[in-house]
């Protein structure tokens, strides 16, 4: 159910709860935006990265608007986001296509076959792309991976058919995963090879996502140069990029509590959070997330297993240690489960879905939605 109570103390909070942190989120968008105007570029956000429509009302001052991967988040971009909406999908189906074509600014097909059954219901409508494949695979994740072998995402140069082109305005390709210039470099310099001799007749090109731009580490001069040099040699061409992780980057967290401490061979810690539920990523990637106040199993004086509350055996996110032993009602604060993590929760085993709260420039917290058994029961039937 929607709120929105203000509490000052993250004590006082929902657990579990995911807290956007209001002023890091705009620190991003402001580089965001910067890296727009001296490039004289067009950054989207990516839907499937971050999707916090509460906070659109901040994106929307800084970026051009929203990239969808189907119908309902291409709905979501125009009802709540109010500016472009750029869609993309494998495959789209034709029922719902009529629907994506009037409320998108441009359509990106995934194969020629989607193309030519399709193109008919879009020309004259919206601007027609083709996504496309540079074969520069730079991830090392095999699951993230866009441009890995026998990838079903984008066209290859071999596959590519110059002679459908008549309606095409526009050339897409994503090859990144949370990477710096460097790689979309790499990816760039591949993409020009393949498919450089097409783009005299394009309106505009997108370079995807993956690009990590809001890590500290990140080359931004160097980002901002590489599109200006891309610019000078096609000026005619309207250019776009897509980052998902980039605008929710390290603005916020997810709250937990611990419910349990049970001790067989190691004390674990079970807490009102699930790996698998709520930041399956973990599992899947995996990777570690970083708990606040806390180190690596053993480094500490006091270790601790963190399980998650669901019967999956592997519901596990990992082995920490702390300064003081943990107790129950403890809060366990997961760093930076803003980007991704929310848009993949999901409620198995019936577990409650982590409210969602906005902690405000103030230093208050606006929870601004609640989740309960009915959005476990409307999922079903």
Known sequence: MKTTKIVNNINDLPSPSFVCEEKLLEQNLKLLKKIQDDADVNILLALKGFALHSTFDLCRKYLKGCCASGLHEAILAKQMFQKEVHTYSPAFKEEEFDEIVDISNHVVFNSFSQLERLQHKAIGKTSIGLRVNPEYSSVDVD????????????????????????????????????????????????????????????????????????????????????????????????????????????????????????????????????????????????????????????????????????????????????????????????????????????????????????????????IVKNFGYNNYKERLS
Not at 165 to 181: I, T
Not at 290 to 299: G, H, L, P
Not at 315 to 341: A, C, Q, R, V
């Open 143 to 366: 699951l993230y991976n866009p441009c890995g072998t026998y990838s079903r995402l984008g066209i290859t140069s071999k596959n590519f058919k110059e002679e459908k082109l008549e309606n095409v305005d526009g050339l897409h390709f994503h090859a990144l995963c949370e990477q710096n210039v460097d790689a979309l470099e790499g990816a760039l310099k591949n993409f020009e090879d393949k498919f450089g001799k097409y783009l005299s007749n394009m309106k505009w090109v997108n370079f995807g996502g993956g690009h990590h731009i809001t890590r500290k580490d990140y080359d931004v001069q160097g980002l901002i140069n590489l599109l200006k040099d891309f610019k000078s040699r096609y000026p005619h061409l309207e250019v776009y990029l897509e980052p998902g992780e980039a605008v929710g980057w390290q603005t916020g967290y997810l709250v937990a509590t611990v419910l349990d401490i049970v001790d067989n061979e190691m004390k674990i810690a079970i807490l009102d959070t699930s790996a698998e539920a709520h930041m399956p990523d973990t599992l899947a990637m995996p990777y570690r997330p970083d708990i606040r106040n806390s180190a690596i199993a053993n480094e500490k004086k006091f270790t601790y297993r963190l399980g998650g509350n669901t019967c999956l055996a592997g519901d596990i996110i990992g082995d920490y240690s702390f300064d003081e032993p943990l107790e129950i009602g403890n809060k366990i604060i997961l760093e930076d489960m803003i980007h991704y993590t929310m848009v993949k929760t999901t409620t198995f085993n019936g577990i409650k879905l982590p409210s969602i709260v906005i902690k405000k420039d103030n230093n208050c917290y606006q």
